[in-house]
């Protein structure tokens, strides 16, 4: 028995030894993540790059500006917020607080250790966390664990999801919602009705179905889809009963300019 209770404190003992030397290798490793201004950096130069290639030599200015601004989550429709946060699985994302200190720092080792995902909203935390450092180009495990932890203790929640929707590829050149919203119904996000905004939540993850509404495949299903989760988020009280009516009673947006 004494013999199993040593080696058990040489395995922990070891392991406060090696897991710190392993964080600060891999953080070595990654760009400097350690402020909200070193992530909007970043992140600014690889969409500004990405958006410039595309109109290098197009005789015709873009629609679009290329510049990256800063994301502001003040800025975001709270029923886009709301339905995100819905189809992410975490409609209580905004009620709970912030994972942090231990919880949070197992979070991440059982991610690394035995890719698992524990429940609660931090899954969600760590969801956002994780986009963003896949966006920056980390890619490999023990480095993309500590760039979440980092882009994590940088950005609070509501800062996490205005990041995370100002940085999802569509296609080239179309990044995040706002250009998403004016390739899509041809007006900025802010100007977008429920039933549309519900439209522009199917092509965000989980579902994705950015080519489908572009080209107004399956009509139909995308309406049927809309609706539903317009009928979820009343029954999560995050929407009245007569908004998502009137939403609903919308025909989809695209079959509106055939």
């Excluded at 886009?80 to 912030?98: D, E, H």
């Amino acid at each position: 028995m004494k013999s199993v209770l040593w080696i058990l404190l040489f395995l922990l003992g070891l392991a406060g030894v090696l897991l710190p030397v392993a964080y600060l290798y891999n953080a070595s490793k990654l760009p400097q993540l350690d402020s909200e201004y070193d992530v909007e950096k970043l992140l600014k130069n690889s969409i500004e790059g990405e958006r410039m290639s595309l109109v290098v030599g197009l005789m015709v200015k873009p629609d679009r500006p290329i510049t990256f601004t800063r994301p502001d989550f003040a800025r975001l429709p709270k029923d886009l917020v709301a339905l995100y946060i819905t189809q992410m699985g975490c409609p209580t994302y905004f009620q709970t607080p912030r994972e942090d200190g231990v919880a949070w720092a197992w979070r991440l080792l059982l991610g690394v250790t035995v890719n698992a995902r524990p429940g609660g909203d931090g899954r969600c935390e760590r969801l956002l966390a994780a986009r963003i450092a896949l966006k920056l180009g980390v890619n490999e495990s023990l480095p993309l664990a500590v760039a979440i932890n980092k882009i994590h203790a940088s950005l609070q929640k509501d800062q996490l999801i205005a990041y995370d929707l100002a940085i999802i590829s569509f296609e080239r050149g179309v990044v995040g919602v706002e250009d998403v919203a004016y390739k899509l119904f041809g007006k900025e996000l802010d100007r977008l009705q429920l039933a549309e905004l519900a439209e522009l939540q199917l092509a965000l993850p989980p579902h994705n179905y950015y080519g489908a509404l572009k080209r107004c495949q399956n009509a139909a299903i995308i309406k049927q889809n809309r609706d539903y989760m317009l009928t979820q988020l009343v029954e999560l009280d995050l929407l009245t009963d007569e908004k998502a009516r009137n939403a609903i009673a919308q025909p989809v947006t695209c079959m509106q300019r055939r």
